[in-house]
């Protein structure tokens, strides 16, 4: 019998190491996989580049797991917000380095990378900074700017229901970065707020099928790390 | 300088949300772009896309009935129309990119008279910018409007020759409304349409790093 549930944190996230390229879901903290960056905290794993689409806020989550020195490199599309003073204090003291990627070149390489494409032409960053050193090329007389795809040796995703398949569903502008990331990781791991009987997802509504889904963690509401006011499930 | 009033930054949202037809599909940046929501005509459905995968996003929803689940680009909490959609953050900028937006109204350092957009970085030297989904926009919605002040704090003109801060997109400013005018960039130029009432076009062009061009003004 298939089944990609495992009973805790520490036996899903056992084996990262030292190096590895995470990609962690989420857009600011809707959709991000708490328990999961609590865990890999817990876990150890250092000198890693984490792929997500902001470097964290406030004392929690992405902020916590740099904070905690873990992080060598980020690759995101929005570093600076309100709250993101862990960020802003480890990059300015040259202990982080940083790629600035448009958010939707971002997730067009996440996607790329699941899709087994290596490299894409975008209109995205042509004139600008962002574009130095970057291939280019015309077509239609238009000029586009080379992308390459993004891969992730461990996905970190939050769903809101998942089967013993893997297979899942989001909530909401929860699904967000979870369902590209979850197609570009070498191991795509899932904090999932609930498992629900194999048969009871519709199948016109899973949004991500099993097969790009290797392990299941369940946490319930009530262990939910979340600053927003009663748990986010 | 006396004799007129400029507009407050909620009146520049209400300004542009007259010019957006039903049936639009628009994105609206951080900033005045932010309060169109709230100025579009009751009654009139414009689709309003969020970077996070919504399209039909609605207002703030009372304290007590937030829901966690459910916010904009901008981190703020919002509600659901009835039509509305969800799709991850791939789809979402195939919308952008792929050229499915009608528009996307964006605030701004500077824009210079070619359509050059500068809205993301401050300086040369800011290493570490967020660059966000405004690359994105910029170059692949239908059309691109700028809501901003006409000058910065201290006066300085962000209606440019050229832009002096790192660019956002280059050529890609379709009109510009600002608390004093509202102008086109047409062939390489600004040309005013709009201004508001009291003001002199000597005024106008004070606060302009540019030419600004007058003769195809509709309402003076």
Partial sequence: MIDKEVPNIAEALGDVRDGSTIMVGGFGSVGQPDALIEGLIAQGARDLTIIANNAGTGMTGLAKLMAAGHVRKIICSFPRSAGSTVFEELFSAGKLELEIVPQGTLAERIRAAGAGIPAFYTATTVGTRLAEGKETREFSGRTYVMERALHADVALIEAWRTDRMGNCIYRESGRNFNAVMAMAGDRTVVQSCGMVTLGMLDPEAVVTPGIFVDQVVVVPAHTQINETAGGMC | ?220
């Fill in chain 2, 1 to 220: 300088m006396s004799g007129f009033t400029p507009l407050s930054r909620k009146q520049i949202a209400a300004r542009i949300a007259q010019d957006i037809p039903e049936g639009w599909y628009v994105n609206l940046g951080i900033g005045i772009p932010t309060l169109i929501a709230d100025a579009i005509p009751e009654g009139r459905e414009v689709i309003l896309h969020s970077e996070n995968g919504i399209l039909g996003f609605g207002p703030a929803p009372d304290p007590d009935k937030i829901d966690p689940w459910l916010i904009n680009a901008g981190k703020q909490h919002v509600t659901l129309r009835p039509g509305g959609s969800f799709f991850h953050h791939a789809d979402s900028f195939a919308i952008i990119r792929g050229g499915h937006l009608d528009l996307c109204v964006l605030g701004a350092f500077e824009v210079s008279a070619n359509g050059d957009l500068a809205n993301w970085a401050t300086s040369a030297q800011d290493s570490a910018p967020a660059v966000g989904g405004a690359m994105d926009l910029a170059v692949g919605t239908k059309r691109v409007w700028v809501a901003t002040e006409h000058t910065t704090r201290d006066g300085k003109p962000k209606l440019v020759e050229s832009c002096a801060y790192p660019l956002t997109a280059q050529g890609v400013v379709g009109r510009i409304y600002t608390n004093l005018a509202v102008i086109d960039v047409t062939e390489g130029r600004f040309v005013v349409r709009e201004m508001v009432p009291g003001l002199s076009r000597e005024d106008l062009q004070k606060q302009t790093g540019t030419r600004l061009m007058f003769e195809e003004m509709e309402y003076a």
